[in-house]
């Protein structure tokens, strides 16, 4: 795929910090930056050395590993590498590697180097980027709001100091809050302050707790970002931060709150998993999924990245899982992989998942090793899995059911089945079986199972058919007037179901051009882009459909990240009153692209503008 200056132009003024720049800079810009394509599993640069630029994806995904090889992040379209070296001293301090084909834009160095010097936006965006790397880039770019507790615990002033401490033992806390009846904020009293102004100075149990508190009072407001709140605990040396609108109190931050949330990241949670004995311990690393999903989300990360690092953590359970297993039961008797589907095979978990797997066994397996040992393999992790919070399926689609836990020969008959007589079952078992993605154990017992699948499949058109009518069935939320159609009863009454009808449309629309264009991947995102490349899609209409599709699952996103913040459990269902009037229009124009899309490939076009 060549670029032209004008696509790479589109592509920089929709890209932080580049959009920040004039026109003419922009223009400048995407005529310096070389064009550079990587096929899959090939080096793009090795730890030490000589840097060509600033390289940024626009195609295809990137492994940056650190000096000793250990993964260190997952990189994929819009995301930027190499400013580390280039900030220091132009060799690189990690080593870059394609995993799958890949468009990479690269900036030569005297220009990186000319706009740090030239423009602050610029410089600003890398020089935060640089410190990021070692020193919390989280609390950087995360609001106070989301770091505070909500609904902190709080007294009257006339509260006696014996009262006070008796609460705060009860609910484990350090700090009570004084406010009004009206939630005005007047002061704050602390354990500290029990000890140096009530035990040290022998006063009555029966003070007041308006005598001891600290009255005048360092506050920040909603607005104010993480290192606000460091920053201030450092200089002021408190450890309790109260969080107001104007004078009302809506939240409070402390030490404790600032340490849990850096301490929080994928890296030490697969470190964790990895080193765990049992399903137990692993359970207490999975618990943190939802801050670590609250974390991502504020601080702004795609949400691509943000599912990608939550499935590395399924991944990783399930592998130590398999491992144990082996401990536990002995050597598998024949090779066999262990496969995902549903959202974790297509890299897109959320604060919400169950499991969906399968086994793939050797065509020399006995039927007394499958099962015996391998049917005690899949319960061992099927049931470690629901105790890490992966819960059981509901639809029985695992690797403990014995349907899904076949030699080699048994899946290529049940595809072949499927291919040449697609009823209902058949439609619904490929649009999981399509999704595929191997975890653990011989990868080549998929290969050529794939391969051979999807290009008998392309070839069926009867069954392409089945699947493009399949893929319809599940419709954007949109009314005649195309506004935004809500579940009109029930527990969810008047909200979206933004899987079910906001990402699912989609996953369903990838799935398809996966299928005719024989595209491997099964991440929906990266089969839109190659359905893009290969001309599947129009270059305008695939672009729609990809900022369509980001702005679906960002929302998303973002409503189960604004439950955790209140300390419920994420679900799907968004209720659009929440959104505001803009946020609703955007959100119902995305809507508008992928039921269009819909539309067209229903009627045998599969193109979009």
Not at 185 to 191: F, K, R, V, W, Y
């Amino acid at each position: 795929m060549s670029l032209s200056i004008d696509q790479i132009l589109r592509f920089l003024k929709s890209l932080h910090p580049y959009d920040a720049l004039s026109h003419e800079v922009q223009e400048r810009l995407a005529a310096r930056f070389e064009i550079q394509k990587a096929e899959a599993g090939t080096h793009i640069y090795k730890f030490g050395d000589q840097l060509p630029g600033l390289f940024v994806v626009y195609e295809g995904s990137v492994k940056i590993r650190d000096e000793n090889s250990v993964i260190v992040s997952h990189l994929v379209h819009r995301n930027t590498f190499g400013e580390r070296g280039l900030l220091k001293d132009g060799t690189a301090a990690t080593s870059a590697q394609a995993d799958e084909a890949s468009i990479l834009l690269v900036l030569p160095p005297t220009e990186f180097r000319r706009l740090m010097d030239e423009h602050q936006a610029f410089s600003r965006f890398f020089e935060r980027a640089r410190k990021s790397a070692t020193r919390g880039r989280d609390l950087a770019t995360s609001s106070a709001e989301t770091l505070m507790a909500r609904n902190p615990i709080t007294c009257l002033p006339d509260t006696t100091v014996q009262e006070a401490a008796r609460v705060m033992r009860d609910r484990h806390i350090s700090s009570l809050c004084v406010t009004d009846p009206d939630e005005t904020l007047l002061g704050i009293a602390t354990t500290r302050d029990l000890a140096g102004k009530v035990l040290a100075e022998g006063r009555s149990v029966a003070t007041p707790v308006s005598e001891i508190m600290t009255s005048k009072l360092l506050t920040l407001p909603r607005s104010a970002i993480g290192t606000d709140v460091l920053h201030l605990m450092m200089e002021k040396r408190i450890g309790h931060v109260p969080i107001v609108e104007g004078q009302r109190l809506v939240g409070i931050v402390t030490q404790t709150d600032l340490t849990r949330f850096q301490a929080v990241s994928s890296a030490d949670m697969v470190g964790q998993i990895t080193r765990a004995k049992t399903a137990e311990e692993m359970a207490a690393v999975t618990a943190h999924i939802p801050q670590l999903l609250l974390q991502l989300v504020a601080a702004g990360s795609p949400h691509e990245v943000v599912t990608r690092l939550i499935t590395d953590i399924a991944d990783t359970a399930t592998r130590r899982l398999l491992s144990l297993a082996e401990e536990k039961l002995g050597p598998s008797p024949v090779p066999y992989l262990w496969l995902a589907c549903g959202s974790q095979g297509r890299q897109e978990q959320t604060g919400v998942s169950d499991q969906d797997n399968c086994l793939f066994l050797d065509d020399a397996v006995s039927e007394q090793d499958r099962d015996g040992y391998f049917a005690d393999l899949a319960a061992f992790v099927c049931t470690g899995l629901n105790t890490c919070g992966y819960v059981f399926c509901p639809g029985d689609m695992m690797a403990t059911n014995p349907r899904w836990r076949q030699p080699v020969h048994v899946w290529q008959e049940y595809f072949r089945g499927w291919i040449e007589k697609p009823d209902p079952e058949a439609q619904m078992l490929s649009s999981v079986m399509f999704d595929l993605r191997p975890i653990g154990g011989h990868a080549q017992l998929y290969a050529s199972t794939q391969e051979g699948t999807l290009k008998a499949a392309a070839a069926n058109s009867i069954f392409v058919a089945h699947m493009v009518s399949n893929s319809l069935k599940h419709n954007p939320p949109l009314n005649l007037l195309r506004g935004l159609a809500t579940i009109r009863s029930g527990e969810h009454k008047n909200s979206v179901d933004m899987k079910l009808n906001g990402v699912v449309p989609i996953v369903d629309l990838a799935r398809i051009y996966a299928l005719q264009g024989q595209i491997t991947g099964v991440n929906t995102k990266m089969r839109l882009l190659e359905a893009r490349a290969n001309g599947q899609l129009s270059q305008s209409g695939g672009s729609d459909l990809l900022d369509a599709y980001d702005l679906i699952a960002e929302t998303r996103l973002l409503h189960q990240a604004g439950l955790i913040k209140l300390g419920q459990k994420p679900d799907n269902f968004l209720q659009p009153s929440t959104l505001s009037d803009f946020e609703r229009s955007h959100l119902r124009d995305a809507f508008v692209v992928v039921k269009t899309m819909q539309s067209s490939i229903g009627h045998g076009r599969g193109m979009l503008g």
